[in-house]
């Protein structure tokens, strides 16, 4: 070795017995880092050599120079002749003797990388087939033992596809290869099968290294059974692959490879192989007896992967019985799926079985609901789906006593995720039996109410499952088959059942409102339910409930008010007083989601009835406004005032009676339609704007406050579809305080969201042109030290992005409200902040400033305000990017400068190029490519932008070295 190559050698050992037995994460971050400069060497291919010859190194070294080879082959194969191809393969072959007996990953990964070498050599016609090689594996001299030969072939066989599976061919190679490894699949089966029958029979001995030898013998198969064999090819096979699951050390392996059989793609064009399939795993169906009797709930899980596997493809011919035989086969087959889902499991934490067979059921379904004779669905009811049904009703159901209390939380989550599972496969039984599964919901709560002193869990468990069902039941339960002339459909009567009182469990009163609250559309169609339905509701936001089930009960009242308004008009006083509660003072979010349920229902009513309740509803919240801002400043006032400011959000911004026709009427039409708005009659009274102005004057030092404020402005502007903002004096007052830097953020908000009135030409209201007038000094300001504050330099740039997009005009035209050479001056100082959403968000900013320049015919002004500072500002910018992120963003902006002045740039980078350092110290080749990039048409705009971003790190690592 020459002493390049012991240096890279000593270092690379230095760097493994750090990665691999350091303790310092610094150092071996280190380690990682030098191990891959290593293996992008050009010498790596040498050291690997090296390493493999030395067998007195340990297994981390060769496993590396085994990867290092791998990558070396995969990169310099092209320029290989043929010649030294058969020698990278003879060296390989010998190093798999060497350590035919070392660590198994080592084995696995020379296998990996011979492997490689084998499907490259095949792609290059360089062999005939990949056999003809892995035989010339056994004439490469010093194998120790045959079984060692044979574990060493096996596992190189056993890779071959994977590697075919997980690399890419160039052009028609793909197909020359997939050819020669399917002439190669029977010479294979023959060869497995034979190693599979010695190793099982009677008489070959016993041992661990005979059991070893099966299970390598199982993964090749399941290996090939992934890269395609037919099933009728296979089906020989099959016996001995259901025996070896009799096995406890082939077991895993065994199911894994039935389970891949079965699922080939192409297994469907062979029913008869199918159905022998599902014969021989009626015929292991004795094995998931026994192991369920003594409790293996594990054990029967793994088995049931089997029937799952033949239910995701071949549910169909469980329906479709051509004669006796075959209606047997299937009938066994759903008997053993169903044993799988009644499977009592480590309830109510871990149902894996039961789960394991929902995807099955949902297949098996679906085929069932297609099926056109009835006594066909009569007889698979009576058989599968009513004891699936049961069984389900059961599993759902919590635990009794105090068992439930003593569950940990994470069982907990794992029940829930469980029972709503079951739901979904209740779901879809109903779709083709929801009378006979209705009725027998009937039956279930008639006698659990029969007794004297009925549980909760058989209710709850009936009303879960149900919510499943709400689009079944809107679609079945109202037809002449459900429901006599005049009698109440199924639903109906069990709606009634549970109408007259609330029940006392809270797990009960939570499942009961989210059924309502699923049921709401199907409500509307039994308006003569809402009343009972809504005393349930209310009966629930008593003193002493639960919050969870409080939650659950106004979001129920929600979605009733939403679907049934005009069903809660009458009711509305009571939903007022319930809304003003001490129950719902308590939990905010609540109290603000049923002013908005309110605010719905309202919007129904003619404009001065809405405008009666409305007021109602907003004078409570203006006094304790009021009553607040006398108060001294505390957290707690100041969390009640942004509480009460949210709640008069919700009516600005719920009350809005319908007006489909609106964008078609007349200017005087909607003007008239405003006015009478039934917000337009609250705010027009002074006891509004003067409690909002108390509130301003008393917190406008309080961000949270005003940003609350702004909120429910920006609600009452979009409400009444017009800028009536500025015409109001707390308005003025506001936007008169925009050098208060604790308010600072405000009038950005304000400008954002009000920026959509005036994107059609309307007129600028004078107040808001003045108040825009004054961002220009505040970003000059702004531009002199923007890292200083980054989170106000984005919230302004963000806010320039939306003028470009909007109003464009305030900063790009002759009589621009914004100065745009104070502008660019802000993005330049921008680009200059460290961090990376910032220099992004100007970027971005940028380009929308630069492609607005055409439409105000503002080229030649832009760019001599470009030519020097910004794109100084854009280099520099580019030099210390340090992502590539961030690069590319800069790069953007280039692009965007070209697109508008292709021959100003290309001179002005010329002259930076050969005057600013570090630029003349590129070569000039890399300047030339540099502008070959810069044309790209849009269709590779990624990849030139990718060279350019390219280019400039190649300029900030010269500028480094300088």
């Not at 009938?331 to 799988?340: G, K, T, V």
Request: proline content about 5%.
């Amino acid at each position: 070795m020459d002493q390049e190559l012991i240096e890279l050698a000593a270092s690379a050992d230095q760097a493994l017995h750090i990665f691999y037995f350091g303790s310092d994460g610094h150092l071996k971050d280190k380690a990682h880092q030098v191990l891959k400069e290593i293996h992008a060497s050009p010498r790596a291919a040498q050291l690997a050599w090296v390493f493999l010859s030395d067998s007195s190194k340990p297994a981390v070294a060769h496993f590396f120079a085994a990867t290092a080879l791998r990558d070396c082959i995969s990169r310099d194969w092209d320029r290989m002749s043929p010649e030294e191809h058969l020698s990278v393969r003879t060296e390989l072959f010998k190093s798999l003797v060497v350590y035919c007996r070392a660590e198994r990953f080592l084995r696995v990964q020379l296998c990996v990388t011979a492997a490689d070498v084998l499907l490259r050599q095949v792609a290059c016609e360089d062999e005939a087939g990949v056999l003809d090689s892995i035989n010339l594996l056994e004439l490469t001299p010093g194998w120790p033992s045959p079984d060692l030969y044979r574990h060493t072939a096996l596992s190189l066989l056993t890779v071959l596809p994977e590697q075919f599976s997980s690399r890419e061919f160039p052009g028609s190679c793909r197909n020359l290869v997939r050819g020669k490894l399917q002439e190669a699949i029977p010479t294979v089966l023959e060869l497995l099968s034979t190693l599979l029958a010695t190793t099982s029979s009677a008489s070959a001995p016993a041992g661990q290294g005979n059991a070893e030898t099966a299970k390598s013998v199982l993964q090749c198969f399941t290996s090939w059974a992934k890269f395609g064999i037919p099933l009728n090819v296979i089906e020989p096979l099959l016996p001995a692959f259901f025996q070896a699951t009799a096995d406890d050390t082939l077991f895993e392996v065994s199911v894994e490879l039935l389970c891949e059989v079965i699922q080939n793609g192409d297994s469907s064009r062979f029913p008869s192989s199918v159905r022998k399939f599902m014969e021989l795993t009626v015929g292991i169906f004795g094995q998931f007896q026994a192991a369920a009797s003594r409790g293996l709930v594990e054990y029967c899980e793994r088995l049931s992967r089997v029937v799952v596997a033949v239910g995701e493809s071949h549910c169909k011919l469980l329906v479709e019985w051509r004669n006796s035989q075959e209606a047997d086969i299937s009938m066994q087959f759903l008997n053993f799926a169903l044993h799988c889902s009644t499977l009592k499991g480590h309830y109510p934490m871990d149902e894996q079985c039961t789960e394991g067979m929902f995807y099955f059921w949902f297949r098996f379904f679906e085929e069932v609901e297609k099926l056109t004779r009835p006594d066909m669905k009569q007889s698979l009811w009576s058989s599968v789906a009513s004891p699936l049904l049961q069984s389900l009703m059961l599993k759902v159901q919590y635990p009794t006593g105090d068992a439930w209390a003593e569950v940990y939380t994470c069982h907990k989550e794992t029940f829930y995720a469980f029972r709503g599972d079951a739901a979904d496969t209740v779901m879809y039984i109903s779709r083709v039996y929801y009378n006979v599964m209705m009725g027998i919901f009937h039956d279930m709560l008639s006698q659990t109410l029969a007794k004297p002193s009925p549980p909760w869990q058989p209710i709850e468990a009936v009303f879960y499952v149900l919510r499943a069902c709400s689009d079944t039941a809107a679609h079945f339960d109202d037809s002449h088959e459900n429901a006599g002339i005049g009698q109440p459909g199924l639903m109906e009567q069990l709606f009634r059942r549970f109408l007259g009182h609330l029940p006392s469990d809270p797990i009960l009163q939570h499942t009961l409102f989210s059924f309502f609250c699923t049921y709401s559309e199907w409500l509307r169609q039994h308006e003569e339910l809402v009343p009972p339905v809504l005393s349930l509701l209310v009966a629930g936001l008593q003193e002493g409930t639960p919050s969870r089930v409080i939650h659950m009960a106004v979001n129920s009242i929600w979605e009733i008010c939403y679907e049934c308004r005009e069903q809660i008009i009458p009711y509305l006083d009571q939903l007022v007083a319930v809304c003003q509660s001490s129950v719902l003072a308590q939990l905010p979010t609540c109290r603000i989601r049923l002013h908005e349920a309110l605010c719905c229902t309202m919007s129904s009513l003619p404009p001065d009835h809405c405008a009666f309740y409305a007021r109602q509803f907003v004078a409570p919240h203006l006094q304790q406004l009021t009553q607040l801002c006398a108060l001294p400043a505390s957290d707690d006032v100041q969390n009640n005032i942004v509480l009460e400011l949210k709640l008069v959000r919700a009516v600005f911004h719920r009350i809005d009676p319908q007006c489909e026709d609106f964008k078609d009427r007349s200017a005087e039409e909607k003007k008239a339609f405003l006015e009478s708005h039934p917000i337009s009659l609250i705010i027009a009274e002074d006891d509004v704007w003067t409690t909002f102005s108390t509130v301003v004057n008393s917190w406008s030092h309080c961000c949270e406050v005003m940003q609350a404020f702004c909120e429910m402005l920006e609600k009452l502007a979009i409400t009444l579809q017009e800028g009536v903002l500025f015409r109001l004096p707390t308005i003025q007052l506001l936007l008169g305080r925009i050098d208060d830097t604790s308010l600072i953020r405000f009038p950005i908000a304000v400008t954002a969201r009000l920026l959509w009135f005036f994107q059609d030409g309307a007129a600028v209201p004078p107040s808001f042109q003045q108040f825009i007038a004054r961002f220009s000094p505040l970003l000059q300001l702004l531009a002199s030290d923007p890292s200083g504050s980054p989170d106000l330099t984005m919230a302004y740039l963000k806010l320039l992005s939306k003028v470009l997009k909007l109003a464009s005009g305030w900063i790009l035209s002759a009589d621009s409200l914004i100065d745009g050479v104070a502008v660019l001056t802000f993005l330049q100082a921008a680009m200059a902040v460290p961090e990376v959403d910032v220099v992004e968000e100007a970027c971005t900013t940028l380009v929308l400033y630069i492609n607005e320049v055409e439409k105000h015919n503002l080229s030649d002004y832009l760019w001599q305000h470009t030519a020097g500072n910004l794109l100084g500002s854009l280099l520099s910018a580019l030099l210390r990017s340090s992502s590539n992120r961030q690069c590319n963003s800069l790069s953007n902006v280039l692009f965007a400068l070209y697109k508008h002045f292709p021959l100003q740039l290309k001179s002005a980078l010329e002259v930076v190029f050969e005057s600013i350092a570090p630029f003349p110290l590129v070569p000039a080749e890399e300047k030339q490519k540099f502008f070959r990039l810069l044309p790209r048409e849009r269709s590779s705009k990624r990849a030139a932008r990718d060279g350019v971003a390219s280019f400039i790190r190649a300029v900030a690592s010269v500028h480094r070295s300088v």
